[in-house]
């Protein structure tokens, strides 16, 4: 098992910048998969952006595109997300993931992850 626990979140105004880090216990960190999801007030779970194991293969929701970027350090045990352009509508909970090699074949589905973070919050202001 794997435990997540994510930093970084805060209060940036529209068009700004915030970098999203989970940092992960154990030392099998290369073999899951990661990936963040987010939920805004109300709304359900939402997909971000995932990373396979190796960081070889990057998978983004239509919405984040373009502006976020996700990353891993395997050295470090370490998954970030980096968010340029923010805007209002980006404001939620981001929750990291992750899921062990086998667990699950989508990468933007919420119920093909196994493990969760406590989520960190983003609020954007117009």
């Known amino acids: 098992q794997v435990q997540l626990v994510e930093s970084g979140g805060g209060l940036v105004q529209a068009g700004g910048s915030l970098k999203l880090s989970c940092a992960t216990s154990?030392?099998?960190?290369?073999?899951?998969?990661m990936g963040w999801f987010r939920q805004a007030p109300g709304k359900e779970r939402e997909f971000a952006a995932s990373i396979n194991r190796s960081g070889g293969s990057l998978y983004y929701s239509d919405s984040v595109k373009g502006r976020f970027t996700i990353s891993r350090d395997n050295a470090k045990n370490t998954v970030y997300l980096q968010m340029n352009s923010l805007k209002p509508e980006d404001t939620a909970v981001y929750f990291c993931a992750a899921r062990s090699r086998g667990y699950g074949s989508n990468w933007s589905n919420v119920n093909d992850f196994q493990y969760w973070g406590q989520g960190t919050q983003v609020t954007v202001s117009s």
């Open positions: 154990g030392r099998t960190f290369s073999s899951y998969g």
